[in-house]
């Protein structure tokens, strides 16, 4: 740390409760000298948290069940772990809670709930040169007051106020329900608010792509899903009849909350190109700790991918896509031109068009089944000829009218404007505040945190982007040039900042997240504050690994905690098949043909050979287990003497993160309910250049079945399985040979 001037405390105040807010107060009042800054937090509504809710019936931004997409190793701050016990992905209530655990374990935050920041004006103070905040707050029974601070923080959050594009407005038109995914929770109170009868082949309509448009379309495919395999009574009418029709501007790529980690062997190592081969028994992490790993980077200085989408890397980005995949997902979202889910058209020349990320475990194979379909292109107009079950989606070109629109979920995103509205019009004038830049609408500087001309003025979490470990480091850095540290101030006075080169590109070569290189951006401030990045070797990213030079004794205490839990995670991935058998059970998911032959050693067992089809249903799980397929079978067996009939079987099949067991269990005669267990699968190392193996064991009274698995996999999809049973009792001596592809 550089020199920093000692003067008096210095008064902060901090718009919003939220994670943003929460860890600016945090870092000012804890992590710098006591006495060095007064801090007010002021926020709207009735509690902390912001978005996030604080318990399982809280109402919020967000639904309380959604999980988050990223891990909880990157939801949190690098002075507070989550238990180890924790889900790897965790619900949004459990992140309101982690965030109230956080003002408990770092108390004396000033924050006054039911207070809204209405207007804040800066102006000189007195005769001197330093400039002041007025902040005017309108408190619980609209009382007015006015205070007085030296620095401002913008923490009220990127994500304001759900966004309906203006050529959109028109939904109204429609007789069907509408919602915003900020207000979507489930299909059956979505369609509660349908005026008309249901029809035959209805459709739910998702309009927008990203993150929340691949979410609620894979949410509402699960929920009809599983309604209708579930045991009990359907909750959704004539749930079959449904299908989701999504509607992305753009083409998407989706990733699974885990990805392989190693998806390529290396054979022979050139000097100039090393060959490589598909690892069909890869490792599996969480999908942040292996995107983010600092060893995945070329050598010498990070350089900021950050920004545009560069068309000359199209082609390096999706070969490394498909590596982690193990396709390309061109089938995902088609254009009108079949195949070329990936490629725009432009006048006089062909383009390639960056595709966005999305996270989901079903999105992917409901499409592949066709419970999603999913179309490129742009809805036009609602209601044409005065259908009010219609709109025009324009692709390339070309338009085309969907009918029979039961429901609409508008997946558009956000207005960020209310979240400033209390800024004054010369300071946004400095700021070059444009609200039709959605992406970038002010012009900060520092990875988005201040700008040179209003120094006083900081904003944290003010970014398209998840990762909380970047509102820790803005704390940080504005923390320090308030305390008069020559690195910050000099970091901030020669910062060219990209984000005026940001806004001039074109909306399809905008980057996603224009600030989106999340190990760039950490380090940079590393290096801007002079930190040293905790268990120094290279690896994911994590706020853990950032701890500030001062912490005290719990900050240390927590920090080490958390990155000791990720270091054993990824021990136990790299040598005792952690997330196996989530990989296998997720990729299990969908329709595969069967190939069976039996083989049996007494007369009085025929042998024979089964063709059929098999289908893994996703369906919500018991209370004590984490995910749940319902698995259906039939087809034709054929014995070797000529005899020939129809065989079905019927199985549930669950994931328990707890214990990263996978397990099949047997139904009762509905076809539907969990009867009793068949088998544990107990996860094998692989052997050589064989894919992942597992075997079960089953006691029947007096037979026994004993069962070897092999999943080879492509990336995090299984090209093809093997199952192979060895049946043993007083009556019964056969064997069991089944292949199971795509």
């Not at 997409?69 to 772990?81: C, G, K, M, P, T």
């Not at 004006?121 to 007195?126: F, M």
């Not at 089944?369 to 609602?382: E, M, P």
């Not at 005065?386 to 070109?397: F, K």
């Amino acid at each position: 740390m550089t020199t920093v001037i000692k003067t008096m405390v210095k008064s902060v105040c901090i718009v919003g409760a939220g994670p943003s807010g929460l860890v600016a107060a945090k870092t000012l009042l804890h992590d710098f000298p006591e006495g060095s800054f007064a801090v007010t937090v002021f926020e709207q509504s009735d509690r902390i948290g912001g978005l996030w809710p604080l318990s399982h019936d809280d109402s919020g931004m967000v639904s309380s069940t959604m999980p988050t997409n990223i891990s909880r190793h990157n939801v949190s701050f690098s002075d507070l772990s989550w238990p180890e016990t924790s889900p790897s992905f965790p619900k949004a209530w459990q992140v309101g809670q982690y965030l109230k655990r956080y003002t408990e374990t770092y108390s004396g935050l000033n924050i006054r709930t039911l207070c809204r920041v209405s207007k804040a004006t800066r102006s000189q103070d007195g005769g001197s040169l330093t400039k002041r905040w007025k902040v005017e707050v309108q408190s619980q029974n609209s009382v007015a007051e006015t205070h007085d601070f030296e620095h401002l923080i913008v923490g009220s959050g990127f994500f304001g106020t759900p966004r309906i594009p203006e050529e959109l407005k028109d939904v109204e038109k429609m007789s069907v329900p509408v919602q915003h995914s900020a207000d979507f929770r489930t299909l059956k109170g979505l369609l509660r608010a349908s005026r008309d009868p249901p029809k035959s082949a209805r459709k739910i309509l998702v309009v927008g792509g990203s993150l929340s448009g691949v979410e609620v379309a894979a949410s509402i495919a699960f929920q009809l899903s599983a309604d209708v395999n579930a045991p009990q009574a359907p909750q959704i009418s004539d749930a079959t009849s449904y299908t989701v029709q999504h509607i992305l501007p753009r083409p998407c790529r989706v990733l699974p909350y885990f990805i392989a980690a190693s998806p390529m062997l290396t054979l022979e190592q050139d000097e100039s190109k090393p060959s490589q081969s598909i690892n069909p028994a890869p490792t599996f992490l969480p999908l942040d700790l292996a995107a983010h790993d600092i060893t995945r980077r070329p050598p010498g200085p990070l350089v900021n991918s950050s920004g545009g989408a560069k068309p000359e890397a199209a082609e390096e980005v999706k070969d490394f896509f498909q590596s982690l995949v193990g396709d390309n997902q061109m089938g995902l979202c088609r254009s009108r031109n079949q195949g070329a889910a990936h490629t725009v058209r432009t006048p006089g020349k062909m383009h390639r068009e960056a595709p966005w990320t999305a996270c989901s475990d079903h999105y992917a194979e409901f499409v592949h089944t066709g419970q999603i379909k999913a179309t490129k292109g742009r809805v036009t107009s609602f209601a044409p000829a005065g259908s009010q079950d219609s709109v025009v989606v324009s692709s390339e070109g070309e338009d085309e009218i969907i009918d029979d629109v039961a429901a609409i979920v508008l997946a558009t995103g956000f207005d960020n404007a209310n979240t400033l509205n209390f800024l004054p019009d010369d300071v946004l004038q400095v700021l070059e505040y444009d609200p039709k830049l959605t992406q970038c609408p002010l012009l900060l500087h520092v990875n988005s945190t201040t700008h040179p001309n209003i120094p006083d003025l900081g904003f944290v979490g003010f970014y398209r982007g998840p990762y909380w470990g970047v509102m820790e480091m803005q704390a940080r850095f504005l923390g320090q040039l308030w305390s008069g540290d020559e690195k910050a101030s000099k970091a901030l006075s020669e910062d060219v900042s990209p984000i005026r080169d940001l806004r001039r590109l074109s909306r399809e070569n905008l980057a996603q997240f224009p600030m989106g290189d999340y190990a760039y951006v950490m380090e940079s401030f590393k290096e801007i504050l002079e930190l040293h990045r905790i268990d120094d070797s290279l690896g994911p990213v994590l706020p853990s690994r950032y701890l500030a030079p001062n912490a005290g004794e719990v900050s240390k205490k927590e920090s080490a905690k958390a990155v000791l839990v990720v270091n054993k995670i990824l021990n136990e991935s790299a040598h005792n098949a952690r997330y196996v058998s989530r990989a296998i059970f997720r990729a299990l998911q969908g329709d595969w043909t069967v190939e069976r032959s039996m083989i049996s050693f007494i007369s009085t067992y025929p042998s024979g050979r089964f063709l059929g089809t098999a289908e893994f249903m996703p369906r919500y799980p018991a209370s004590e287990y984490d995910a749940e397929h319902l698995y259906a079978e039939e087809g034709d067996f054929e014995t070797d003497n000529g005899m020939k009939f129809r065989a079905t079987r019927r199985y549930a099949y669950r994931y328990q993160e707890a214990t990263d067991t996978l397990s099949a269990w047997f139904v009762k005669t509905d076809n539907r309910s969990v009867d009793y267990l068949f088998h544990e699968f107990e996860v094998l190392p692989p052997e050589h250049g064989s894919g992942w193996r597992a075997r079960a064991h089953h006691l029947c009274v007096q037979d026994t079945y004993d069962v070897i698995y092999e999943f080879r996999f492509r990336g995090v999809n299984i090209e093809y399985w093997t199952m192979k049973y060895t049946v043993r009792g007083p009556s019964k001596d056969y064997r069991i040979e089944s292949t199971y592809r795509r």
